[in-house]
């Protein structure tokens, strides 16, 4: 069985379809057609990986974010202290701090709640 490490074409495709914003473009960059590019999508294994190479880059996008996270709640803390700053710049700035720490209460309570079940799904395989 083929895999698409074994085809060059696909691998060049797909990494085309991950930098490209159409895929004309992306097919005309890995030196094959719009309809090759739709059958590929097509394919089981070409869908697998292609989707794992979009999580790989989505994954290192979040890392270079989380990089800069600090600098970007100091920025933040910044605006929102700076009493000369323009009353919608603090604001727009304490918003977003509220939004966030909202956001990551609930991420929170989701990922208790998702053990939880977890835990219990295990406990009853084991009952």
């Known amino acids: ?17 991950l930098s490209c914003r ?11 057609s719009e309809r090759v590019i739709y059958n590929w999508l097509n394919e089981e294994a070409f869908q697998s990986e292609y989707r794992r190479a979009r999580w790989q ?7 270079r974010l989380q990089q800069i996270s600090t600098e970007a709640a100091e920025a933040l803390r910044s605006v929102f ?6 009353a919608s710049a603090r604001v ?6 509220l939004e966030l720490s909202l956001r990551s209460l609930e991420l929170e309570n989701l990922e208790q709640r998702i053990s939880i079940l977890e835990e219990t799904i295990r406990g009853s395989r084991y009952a």
């Open 1 to 17: 069985m083929q895999t698409i490490a074994d085809n060059p074409k696909k691998e060049k495709a797909i990494s085309a379809l």
């Open 22 to 32: 159409t895929i004309a473009e992306a097919a005309n960059q890995a030196g094959v």
């Open 57 to 63: 880059a989505a994954g290192q996008a979040i890392a």
């Open 81 to 86: 202290s700076d009493t000369e700053a323009p």
């Open 92 to 97: 727009s700035a304490a918003k977003a701090v």
